[in-house]
């Protein structure tokens, strides 16, 4: 096997954009990475598109050759990968390993989502077709519901409170209302996050992600040849995918995510490393609650202690793990399909110390951890400077 | 006949619904330890009930099961 590294990075910014279409905010991204990677279209060797509902969404199909033929790739295999907010985090896995066996020299890894042309139900329609339509999502679950189930249950045998979840809340906004590509950018209090409009109780409009309109890229190229594209490459350490149970009320403990664990747990072998020497890292954090468990599955802190770790300030820039100085999924937003390949993006600006405000001290390893559904797809992926 | 009644394990109160069930909102729903080891279930409960409470299975309906505290 192949190292691996990433020579560039593209993003459009998240937010709602009735004028642009699904593929335009694509093609935009991948002619960011390109760019950045200092590599022609025509060079590029496949391409794996992060996608979770665009038939859904916005009605089209065959997404991975659409996007890939309007970014001027010529011929080359285009697949779309799904596996609903873990889509592009899977699609870079894949990549990963198709540069890692010596099948391809240079590959580009997108993700989009275009959601902001449908009304909020039907958003939650779509949506909850990543839960198990047949049980839970029968039953009235949205994907808030579920995860306030999570938060319910965690509140009760761990003592979390309502308070904590809301700190997550607090934090990402206040770093992605220093993220120019992020959509939400302001800063929320505490007040505010407590007396949110109701989505799903316990939790409030603050405490769910964005529904947003984006996308993301990167080009990854065998480590050897890293540098001949960009100085500024980030090689790849380690990066896992598990799965689990994709219907909430199939796990037997729903205070944490297995597949989390795994995927950590893979990752940190992989990469020789353990929690301690992670600098930063971008989580999950579709709910404030998938943030603090993910802090807890991922070894940052101990199981049950995501809350008070939260809300002590640890996981704030200058804190001891800075967790999501991008803004999150929260402040920065959720484009679904766009969220695995944007917070490798956003590690790599870290590790670049191209961050701004944003900006961590020490900023050489840095992990991004991307979930599927309530847990039943993650990818763990650990990058390191150069 | 096996009883479905149970222990609530975890629950919410969904105030923003999916499209199709906008109308039934606010509505609770849990997921259901079911006595005996007869697993757990996603459902509806009718009066509002928090973790650890006892609830009996009230009804299907359209594959949907109802609880009552």
Redesign the interface.
């Known amino acids: 096997m192949r190292s691996v590294a990433v020579v560039g990075i593209g993003k459009t910014p998240f937010g709602a954009f009735p004028d642009r279409d699904l593929r335009s905010l694509a093609v935009e991204a991948v002619e960011n990475a390109l760019r950045d990677a200092t590599v022609d279209p025509k060079q590029v060797e496949a391409f794996y598109l992060g996608n979770f509902a665009g038939p859904s969404f916005v009605g089209q199909n065959h997404l991975a050759p659409y996007v890939g033929m309007a970014a001027g790739f010529e011929g080359i295999p285009c697949t779309r990968f799904e596996d609903a907010c873990a889509s592009s985090g899977a699609a870079f896995f894949h990549a990963w390993q198709s540069v890692a066996a010596g099948v391809y020299d240079i590959v580009v890894v997108g993700g989009v989502e275009k959601m902001t042309s449908q009304?909020?139900?039907?958003v939650?329609?779509i949506l909850?077709g990543a839960g198990d339509m047949a049980?839970?999502g029968?039953?009235?679950?949205?994907f808030?519901?579920l995860f306030?189930?999570?938060a319910?249950?965690h509140m009760?045998q761990f003592g979390t409170t309502r308070e904590q979840l809301a700190a997550v809340a607090v934090k990402n906004h206040a770093n992605g209302a220093k993220n120019p590509l992020a959509h939400m950018r302001k800063i929320v209090t505490m007040q505010q996050v407590l007396a949110g409009?109701?989505?799903?109780?316990?939790?409030t409009v603050y405490d769910c992600s964005l529904v947003s309109d984006g996308a993301t890229a990167v080009v990854i190229v065998p480590l050897e040849h890293a540098a001949r594209f960009n100085p500024r490459f980030a090689k790849v350490l380690a990066v896992t995918q598990t799965s689990d149970h994709v219907?909430?009320?199939?796990k037997s403990d729903?205070t944490l995510f297995p597949a989390v664990k795994a995927a950590g747990e893979k990752a940190y072998k992989m990469a020789g490393l353990s929690p301690k020497q992670i600098d930063l890292a971008e989580l999950h954090d579709c709910f404030t609650i998938a943030e603090i468990i993910a802090s807890e599955d991922l070894g940052f802190t101990t199981k049950g202690q995501g809350g008070p770790f939260a809300a002590s300030g640890a996981t704030a820039i200058g804190g001891q793990i800075p967790i999501n100085t991008s803004g999150g999924l929260k402040s920065k937003g959720h484009p679904v399909g766009a969220t695995g390949v944007g917070q490798l993006c956003d590690i790599v600006m870290q590790l670049r110390g191209d961050a701004g405000e944003r900006q961590v001290a020490k900023h050489n390893i840095g992990l991004a951890q991307n979930l599927g559904g309530s847990g039943a797809t993650c990818v763990v992926t650990i990058l390191e400077a150069s | 006949m096996p009883t479905r009644d149970g222990v609530v394990y975890t629950e919410t109160v969904v105030h923003a619904a999916p499209e199709q069930y906008a109308a039934d909102a606010p509505y609770q729903l849990a997921i259901i330890d079911i006595d005996g080891g007869g697993g757990r279930i996603t459902a509806r409960i009718l009066n509002r009930a928090q973790i650890g409470d006892r609830v009996r299975f009230v009804e299907d309906r359209n594959g949907v099961a109802y609880y009552s505290k």
């Open positions: 009304t909020t139900p039907k939650a329609e909850a049980g839970e029968r039953a009235g679950a949205t808030p519901a306030a189930m999570i319910r249950r009760h409009k109701p989505i799903s109780d316990p939790l219907a909430l009320d199939h729903i």
